[in-house]
């Protein structure tokens, strides 16, 4: 039912909540009170519209996307369960998750960096002898929703992003594109 003055989430932390979920082989329920019209209030409509208008451009990396082999890299701790919901999360530019969806691995930078600079341990080329990472040949690297060159390193210690021209307060998606 519907109920006045609610407190909302931003659509930045429902955004990030469904990355985080679906990374993991989640699904998030979402849900929104109608008036006793039926009619869905101005908040939630602008809400889910703002929503909407992210998973238009970075939906590829959501839809019909799988897990791949690590969920997610960064220091931010998700605590789960039902009561965990109202918990906001600080995310910082080192959380990372990750999906698969046909040739493409796609990571989701969380909080974007101002200075651009992204790292992707989880494609550090270690010896496998000791650590299963990444091995793969990357084709590109493209940033979902942003035009602009896109410079990337891959090393031992990780795949480097770098970036100019990308300046987003919601989640970025790099799609990697595998050989």
Not at 26 to 45: A, F, T, W
Not at 57 to 62: D, H, L, R, S, T
Not at 86 to 114: C, G, M, Q
Not at 172 to 178: A, R, Y
Request: charged share 25%; with cysteine.
């Amino acid at each position: 039912g519907y109920t006045e003055d609610n407190d909302y989430k931003t659509a930045n932390e429902i955004i990030c909540d469904l990355v985080d979920i679906v990374s993991k082989n989640g699904c998030l329920l979402l849900n929104i009170g109608p008036k006793g019209d039926g009619s869905i209030p101005e908040e939630d409509k602008k809400l889910l519209l703002e929503i909407g208008d992210w998973l238009k451009v970075n939906g590829e990396a959501i839809y019909d996307s799988k897990v791949w082999r690590y969920a997610s890299e960064g220091p931010t701790e998700v605590s789960e369960g039902q009561f965990s919901d109202a918990t906001s999360k600080k995310f910082t530019p080192k959380d990372i998750r990750y999906t698969v969806n046909n040739n493409a691995i796609y990571a989701t930078v969380l909080n974007y960096p101002e200075n651009g600079q992204v790292k992707l341990t989880s494609f550090a080329q270690k010896d496998p002898c000791f650590v299963p990472c990444f091995h793969g040949i990357i084709k590109d690297i493209v940033a979902l929703g942003f035009d602009g060159e896109i410079k990337w390193n891959h090393s031992t210690d990780a795949l480097e992003i770098s970036t100019t021209t990308i300046h987003s307060e919601l989640p970025v998606v790099f799609k990697i594109i595998l050989d």
